[in-house]
Nanobody, 124 residues
Framework: QVQLVESGGGMVQAGGSLRLSCAASGRSFSSYRMGWFRQAPGKEREFVATISWSGVSTYYADSVKGRFTISRDNAKNTVYLQMNSLKAEDTAVYYC?????????????????WGQGTQVTVSS
């Protein structure tokens, strides 16, 4: 069992930056692939970024590539999402997720554990 708690959301102007954190409790955090997803009002939850257990491999949605960076610190049981050059369309609730399957990547159905989400609002 893994519990995930996101933090770092807030309101920022377009062009600004935020860093989200996701603290994990439970066993074997370093065994999980970690991902970030987001859900805007009236839309489905969508994939944002994912990172392998080792932190070596990362993958991003085209919409955030070059602007967002996912990273993890297994010693601190924490995964991060650095968001730069934010746009109004990045406004959403951002969720952290953990997957036992190393091949989960963009498929939210393959992620086993989810946080409660943190709101990010970008004003234009």
């Amino acid at each position: 069992q893994v519990q995930l708690v996101e933090s770092g959301g807030g309101m920022v102007q377009a062009g600004g930056s935020l860093r989200l954190s996701c603290a994990a409790s439970g066993r074997s955090f370093s065994s999980y692939r970690m991902g970030w997803f987001r859900q805007a009002p009236g839309k489905e939850r969508e994939f944002v970024a994912t990172i392998s257990w080792s932190g070596v491999s990362t993958y991003y949605a085209d919409s955030v590539k070059g602007r967002f960076t996912i990273s993890r610190d297994n010693a601190k049981n924490t995964v991060y999402l650095q968001m730069n050059s934010l746009k109004a369309e990045d406004t959403a609730v951002y969720y952290c997720a953990a997957a036992l399957s190393s091949s989960a990547f963009t498929s939210r159905e393959l992620y086993n554990y989810w946080g409660q989400g943190t709101q990010v609002t970008v004003s234009s």
